[in-house]
């Protein structure tokens, strides 16, 4: 197996490998200027990338018949989720989550409502789980969601 470039090498720094894959995956974001704040080029990322990759099968190799994730996967899973959970929390706004709670009450079926709002099923569960808690805080927002849902 290939080593990871030195600032990778930590078991620490699979946290910033996943954050920044995580980065690298929004359709929208700027690769160049996110890959330059890691002192990477598309290169640099790739040999990183691969690396990672390898390290993280190799992990997963070695758990064999144990029953679980290798710990290492594990961190990089659920960093590259939270990460994922954010950016979508932070873009999904209520009007849009009333659009496909709208759609989807219509009895439109859930792959053709997010695919018309080119939402993601994680992006929809998210602003889902975001929308309901704050709607039990505000009686405001609730009533807003009841009326657009008659």
Do not use: C, I
């Not at 690298?24 to 990477?40: E, I, K, M, Q, T």
């Not at 053709?112 to 039990?136: F, H």
């Amino acid at each position: 197996m290939k080593d990871p470039p030195q600032s990778a090498q930590n078991v620490d720094d699979v946290e910033v490998y996943a954050t920044l894959a995580a980065r690298l995956a929004d359709p929208s974001a700027d690769r160049a200027a996110l890959l330059a704040a890691h002192g990477l080029d598309e290169d640099g990322w790739e040999a990183l990338d691969d690396a990672w990759q390898a390290r993280l099968s190799e992990a997963d190799d070695e758990d064999g018949e144990e029953v679980g994730v290798p710990p290492l996967v594990a961190a990089f899973a659920e960093t590259f989720a939270r990460v994922q959970r954010a950016r979508a929390k932070s873009e999904l706004s209520f009007e849009r989550f009333l659009e496909a709670a709208r759609g989807l009450k219509r009895g439109t079926d859930m792959a053709t409502v997010l695919s018309r709002l080119d939402l993601t099923l994680e992006d929809y569960l998210s602003a889902q789980q975001r929308w309901t808690a704050a709607m039990l805080e505000d009686e405001a927002l609730m009533a807003r969601f009841q009326r657009a849902m008659r």
